[in-house]
Every structure is written in structure tokens, then in C-alpha cells.
């Protein structure tokens, strides 16, 4: 069974910066591809980012230029940076990593403060 866990969530004033980290149970070449998505109150989840096993990159339009995903090989992790943030940033970030089956980590709280 996979696991997929996610840290580096917290609060933050907007404008600031924080560092998501999701460490999978298995090499992330074991995955098509592996991304980030969030769920603010009352809105549905969305995507923010991926990565595919090949290292292509996807954002949702609103962050791009602000949030960078990245792979570590070695460490099996994946990482968001997210830079600039705003107060429409603050939600629930979820891992997830697609397989055989879609697999998604239990979140990490951000929120940004105005």
C-alpha cells in the first residue's frame, strides 16, 4: 500500500513563502505523474500543480509564476514552493500520485493571512 505524506503546511502572512513536501512510500517512478491539489472551505478541489514522470510541469493559471513543483529522485519526495502568497491561497494541500490507482496523502493546512 502506498502512502503519501505531506508537511510544510502552516500560517503565513501574504506575501510570505512556504515549502510543501510530500514523501511517497515507493520511488516516484513507480507514478505517471504526481502533483498537488488543494480544497479552500466550500470549493471544490482543484489542481495546482503537477509533475509527470518524464518532469513536464502543470499549474493552474493562478499560481503560475508564484508556486514551483520539483522532484527529488532519490528522496521519493516531491515538493511545492510556493512564493508570494495570498490570502485566496489558504486551503487544505493534498498530494496525490497517480499509479494503478490514484493515491492521495491526508493534507496539509495552509493559510495565509491578509
Known amino acids: 500500500q502506498v502512502q503519501l505524506v505531506e508537511s510544510g503546511g502552516g500560517l503565513v502572512q501574504a506575501g510570505g513563502s512556504l515549502r510543501l513536501s510530500c514523501a511517497a512510500s515507493a520511488s516516484v517512478f513507480s507514478f505517471n505523474a504526481m502533483g498537488w491539489y488543494r480544497q479552500a472551505p466550500g470549493k471544490q478541489r482543484e489542481m495546482v500543480a503537477t509533475i509527470t514522470i518524464s518532469g513536464s510541469t502543470n499549474y493552474v493559471d493562478s499560481v503560475k509564476g508564484r508556486f514551483t513543483i520539483s522532484r527529488a529522485n532519490a528522496k521519493n519526495s516531491v515538493y511545492l514552493q510556493m512564493n508570494s502568497l495570498k490570502p485566496e491561497d489558504t486551503a487544505i494541500y493534498y498530494c496525490?500520485?497517480?499509479?494503478?490507482?490514484?493515491?492521495w496523502g491526508q493534507g496539509t493546512q495552509v493559510t495565509v493571512s491578509s
Open positions: 496525490r500520485a497517480v499509479g494503478k490507482i490514484l493515491y
